[in-house]
């Protein structure tokens, strides 16, 4: 049986405790010759297809938090005035110890203008980026939640 945690307002500051199995997570997408195309990174463990993700910051709101890990993962430099809240997804994050802890990710969508991704960021050599349609996105990640939440986008 998982544990059930209150759900945490989007856009709510997060101060300790933190519950162990939330993380915030960055949907960003651009328009790209008329269509919407979505980014997706690899993850640094697997290499399988992910969307920037993390553990929530004290002191940042969870858009905040989302576009944090936005830039370190992916070289995205937006506005978090600009995320909205878009849904939640459940997956099992590894641990270092072999195990796994199932975790809920709040999901923030951004839209991405031209020259909010850098090219250099702090984890450029740890992880390949793709822009794909948010269709072809559904088919590359694992977590049935975040499928859904792909094809309705």
Same mark, same amino acid.
């Given at each position: 049986m998982s544990q059930v945690f209150p759900q945490t307002a989007p856009g709510a500051v997060i101060f300790p405790p933190i519950p162990p199995n939330m993380q915030v997570a960055a949907l960003c997408w651009r328009k790209h010759k008329g269509r919407k195309e979505v980014l997706l990174i690899t993850s640094r463990d697997t290499g399988r297809w992910v969307v920037p993700k993390g553990w929530p910051i004290t002191g940042l709101t969870a858009a905040q938090s989302a576009l944090q890990e936005a830039w370190?993962?992916? %070289?995205?430099?937006?506005?978090?005035?600009?995320?909205?809240?878009? %849904?939640r997804f459940a997956y099992d994050k590894g641990l270092t110890s072999g195990t796994a802890l199932p975790v809920e990710a709040d999901l923030f969508k951004i839209r991405l203008r031209k020259g909010e991704m850098k090219d250099t960021f702090p984890e450029v050599r740890e992880r390949r980026r793709i822009w794909v349609t948010p269709r072809k996105a559904a088919k590359l990640v694992d977590e049935p939640d975040l499928q859904e939440i792909l094809r309705k986008f």
């Open positions: 370190e993962e992916a %070289g995205v430099l937006a506005d978090a005035d600009k995320a909205r809240y878009v %849904g």
